[in-house]
Antibody, heavy 120, light 107 residues
Framework: QITLKESGPTLVKPTQTLTLTCSFS??????????VGWIRQPPGKALEWLAL???????RYRPSLKNRLTIIKDTAKNQVVLTMTNMDPLDTATYYC????????????WGPGTMVSVSS | DIQLTQSPSTLSASVGDRVTITCRAS??????LAWSQQKPGKPPKLLIS???TLESGVPSRFSGSGFGKEFTLTISSLQPDDFATYYC?????????FGQGTKVEIK
């Protein structure tokens, strides 16, 4: 059974760096074809893909946010960490991590999400 | 960047209705097109991948089709549990793009 769960601060100040952790079980990020991605959703708005890391450490970033994002994995701990620098109120959103694979290139298992507000 | 435009943005329908949602891409895309369902306060649930492959456990009233620039999600007979927001997403070989969503409301 695949499960994921996001953790991190619920409130950050403008210009600060956000660090989110995705802890997962039921699969390994050392398995060929597996990836873990981050997707966010501002209140009342659509989903927006941010980043993904593959089993082979291949990293993909949303081009418009590439300069602000870093994704890393800790295979032994079954965790993926996303950092986003220079946070702005417009980054207020629910942040999800999700399992993906090169089989279907779709996010098939999602964490419950964590709401992050950016405010001074 | 590839843009995905869903239509309609909102759809009012009754239980038992046949419902079709369209996802149009700004350019020709591969069949790595997926559909997800999201209910308020919950994460999305993957329904269909590869444009037409029904995920395990998803009711057969859901189906997907299309190629090139136009894809559709069809619900053959709308059920009370189906009132939700639906998103298409596509993989362009590097990253992912989501449509803006289609909210299916009770008529």
């Amino acid at each position: 059974q695949i499960t994921l769960k996001e953790s991190g601060p619920t409130l950050v100040k403008p210009t600060q760096t956000l660090t989110l952790t995705c802890s997962f079980s039921g699969f390994s990020l050392s398995t060929s074809g597996v990836g873990v991605g981050w997707i966010r959703q501002p209140p009342g708005k659509a989903l927006e893909w941010l980043a993904l890391i593959y089993w082979n450490n291949d990293k993909r970033y949303r081009p418009s946010l590439k300069n602000r994002l870093t994704i890393i994995k800790d295979t032994a701990k079954n965790q993926v960490v996303l950092t986003m620098t220079n946070m702005d109120p417009l980054d207020t959103a629910t942040y999800y991590c999700a399992h993906g694979s090169t089989v279907h290139y779709a996010f098939d298992f999602w964490g419950p999400g964590t709401m992050v507000s950016v405010s001074s | 960047d590839i843009q995905l435009t869903q239509s309609p943005s909102t759809l009012s329908a009754s239980v038992g209705d046949r419902v079709t949602i369209t996802c149009r891409a700004s350019e020709t895309i591969s069949s790595w097109l997926a559909w997800s369902q999201q209910k308020p306060g919950k994460p999305p649930k993957l329904l269909i991948s590869d444009a037409s492959t029904l995920e395990s456990g998803v009711p057969s009233r859901f189906s997907g089709s299309g190629f090139g620039k136009e894809f559709t999600l069809t619900i053959s007979s709308l059920q009370p549990d189906d009132f939700a927001t639906y998103y298409c997403q596509q993989f362009d070989g590097y990253g992912w793009t989501f449509g803006q969503g289609t909210k299916v409301e009770i008529k």
